[in-house]
């Protein structure tokens, strides 16, 4: 295949992907290199579609942060999944820290959703709630600061 119509070939795949959702760029990369083009034909290709904003691992980050946080996850888990799909850690640091309201807020929810019609009898119980809330990312200390309140 000549470089012309492999370059083309490769702007198609990249389009169709993008017209579905937003994709991470390490995301595409491993989706082109799954189907086998090298890392040198794809890469010019991506930089100019990034240019153009069909690409923006900000955006992306913006809505996976939206997508996960109302299915009740935390800010830590988030940003780690948001590492995974190669945004850069300040993009990531950033965008959590604009929200600092909105986890305490959704931290608080999914409490009363979870737990409101029990109390917290014992030391097993309590453990529990904090096991439960820690692995759906939020930070410990925002953890113990409810139950204080509760």
Known sequence: MDDELLLKSIKKDCLRLLTRREYSRKEIEQKLIAKDYQREQFAAVLDELTKQSWQDDNRYA?????????????PVKIAYELRQQGV???????????????????????????????????????????????QRGFPSGMIYELLEKT
């Open 62 to 74: 913006e809505s996976y942060l939206n997508m996960r946080s109302q299915k009740g996850f935390g």
């Open 88 to 134: 850069d850690k300040s993009t990531v640091d950033e965008l959590i820290q604009s929200r600092t309201e909105d986890w305490v807020k959704q931290l608080r929810q999914l409490y009363v959703k979870k737990f409101a019609s029990s109390a917290i009898n014992d030391n097993a119980e309590r453990n529990k709630r904090i096991r439960f809330l820690s």
